[in-house]
């Protein structure tokens, strides 16, 4: 096969434009197979068979690729989720089994055109975040092999970032789908938990763990994210993907929680520290507001994951297997493994009530901000480093992130900077359940801002823009036009509600305004009229959908909620007046505004 026809990076808009331009996906598949043969990072643990593999891609060679959303999509599975035609090994091959089926997950991406290469390597029984703790060799980092990938989604990363595979599926239970993005220049979705499906996949917590998605670009996570997900009626622990709630567009204001500065742990790191302020620098630059957070309920929740009775349930997902063949299991895996079957009832309630009590401090951070920041490691340490002290280095690992799923947040690990000794640092950006698609979008305005290659290419980002159907949008906008303007007596009835100020906007040239009759409060109308109207004075306001319908029932007759034009020629819900209850009412057209008319009366 000509190199030249082979695309520069396998990001999905580049490999998407290769296959317009002749490229067949046999043609593809035969490289990218030599490729991950020859792979000498311990990324692989098995590859589909050749002849398998080009099986696969061949019958894709006479179809549309427009007619499929993943055509002919390279990816990897780590191995601890099922994928039929190769065994599951968990990282430990006296466990394997050779599953009938593919997980559900996996079943969808096929459907969607994608094409396994095979199964990845990982920390055994996906336990630990550092990628050593693996009879199939510690995962080498794909900048510098002496340097850990990170865990326990270790060969997943690595192949994408080495360009065997556009995407990959990992698992996260404390970390394991965000530090391996880091620490190989990856974006790194951890998903709102239960909105991809687990089934046919091995637990390490199950009632924590998520499926998770490495790409090189928000985008593409995107893609992947909206054909992975979906309800799973026989998956006990799937949801349904809500409505999400505020996103955060190019020039629309956000706030964003930054740990206190003495919270802010790199564990010796001379470097990190600079460049994570960088990065906070970068998000105030596209919009947002930068405020102090007491991070110290979040790290109390971390510190439960594996200082508490959740260990039991790593125990639980393998007890028979362990009991029986313990010498089949990695010495670190097995001493943590072993240590959950100690936990009883009485400390798992004690915890779970603990919990209960921190995820309501937690949660309340919500009410000043909309997302958080923090790094996605405070350290990157060296292969030789972990194996001299794998617990404590681990433990450092999972400062930032242990804490995620106990919560159900949603989280996007993005790469942030090239440090000058070339290893990736990077920063995580999450948010509550269901923001995974408003966290993508910003994560894209962050890759596009940063000029980051991508993985360990150097091939320059792609321009491209997130479109992520099924995803169901849960804010509403309603224009609003006297007493729940800004600082007057009936706001709080937005803010109460979690509203926030889009900005001041006025009406078409179409309407009269008027001051009703009654009170307090003073209320305002506005009728729509074919001739003799004028421009009014508002504020656009974003509510959450599921709060719209309270706020609704409370407005007075004549009031109510339509269509109000404004003066681009766009309709927004708002305020709108029934003509029949102008009796008594004052025409106060001429302010154009509320404020107006009020400052009037005042000077009066």
């Not at 643990?45 to 002919?72: H, K, N, Q, T, W």
């Not at 989720?81 to 090994?89: E, F, H």
């Not at 199939?136 to 990170?150: L, M, T």
């Not at 004075?537 to 269509?563: H, Q, T």
Request: aromatic residues 8%.
């Amino acid at each position: 096969m000509n190199a030249t026809t082979l695309p520069a990076s396998l990001d999905l808009a580049t490999l998407a434009a290769a296959y317009r331009a002749g490229l067949k996906p046999s043609a593809l598949f035969a490289h990218l197979h030599d490729l991950a043969a020859a792979d000498d990072h311990h990324a692989w643990i098995s590859l589909l068979p050749r002849g398998e593999l080009l099986a696969r891609a061949a019958a894709l060679d006479a179809v549309d690729p427009a007619s499929l959303p993943l055509y002919g999509v390279p990816f990897a599975v780590k191995d601890n989720i099922d994928l039929a035609g190769l065994p599951t090994t968990a990282g430990c091959p006296d466990y394997a089994y050779d599953p009938a089926d593919s997980a559900v997950v996996v079943a969808r991406l096929l459907a969607a055109g994608a094409i396994p290469l095979g199964k990845t390597n990982l920390d055994q029984f996906a336990t630990g975040l550092n990628g050593t703790r693996s009879p199939y060799g510690a995962c080498r980092n794909a900048f510098k092999p002496e340097f850990i990938s990170g865990g326990s989604s270790s060969g997943s990363a690595v192949a994408v970032a080495a360009g065997q595979v556009s995407f990959s599926l990992g698992t996260d239970t404390a970390g394991s789908g965000r530090v391996p993005a880091a620490f190989n220049n990856l974006v790194g979705l951890k998903p709102s938990c239960g909105v991809l499906s687990s089934r046919g996949v091995v637990p390490a917590c199950r009632s924590l763990d998520s499926v998770s998605i490495f790409t090189l670009t928000a985008t593409d996570a995107a893609a992947v994210f909206a054909v992975a997900q979906a309800f799973d009626a026989e998956d006990a622990y799937s949801w349904p993907l809500a409505p999400h709630g505020r996103r955060f567009p190019a020039g629309a204001p956000f706030r964003f929680g930054v740990p206190r500065r003495e919270q802010l742990a790199f564990f010796g790191d001379a470097e990190n520290p600079a460049l994570f302020d960088a990065a906070v620098a970068r998000l105030t630059a596209l919009g947002g507001t930068p405020v102090d957070l007491d991070f110290s309920p979040f790290l109390e929740t971390a510190r439960l994951l594996y200082g508490g009775p959740w260990v039991a349930e790593r125990y639980h997902a393998i007890k028979d297997f362990i009991e029986r063949q313990p010498e089949s299991v990695f010495p670190v895996t097995r001493e943590i493994t072993l240590g959950g079957g100690k936990a009883t009832a009485v400390e798992a309630f004690d915890a779970a009530y603990r919990l209960k009590a921190l995820k309501r401090r937690c949660d309340a951070v919500w009410q000043d901000v909309d997302l958080v920041i923090t790094p996605t490691a405070g350290l990157h340490p060296t292969i030789a480093a972990v194996e001299a002290e794998p617990l404590r280095i681990n433990t450092d690992l999972g400062y930032y992130t242990n804490f995620m799923n106990l919560l159900d947040y949603a989280a996007v690990a993005v790469p942030a900077a090239m440090r000058s000794d070339g290893l990736p640092f990077g920063v995580t950006l999450f948010a509550p359940a269901f923001q995974d698609l408003p966290l993508l979008e910003l994560a894209n305005r962050w890759q596009q801002d940063s000029g980051l290659p991508l993985g360990a290419s150097g091939q320059p980002l792609p321009t491209s823009e997130i479109a992520a159907p099924g995803v169901p949008d849960g804010m509403l906008r309603v224009a609003v036009c006297g007493a729940h303007l800004s600082g007057l007596p009936l706001n709080w009835q937005l803010t109460q509600r979690g509203g926030r100020l889009i900005g001041a906007v006025r009406s078409a040239p179409e309407y009269r305004f008027y001051a009703l009759a009654g009170g307090p409060p003073l209320r305002p109308g506005m009728v729509r009229v074919a001739s003799g109207g004028a421009a009014i004075e508002m504020e656009i306001w974003e509510l959450p959908a599921r709060e719209f319908g309270s706020f609704v029932a409370g407005i007075p007759a004549p009031l109510g909620i339509g269509k109000v034009k404004l003066a681009d020629g766009s309709q927004v819900s708002g305020f709108v007046c029934e003509s029949a209850g102008l009796e008594g009412a004052e025409d106060i057209t001429h302010f154009a505004g509320w404020r107006s008319w009020l400052a009037s009366r005042s000077q009066a």
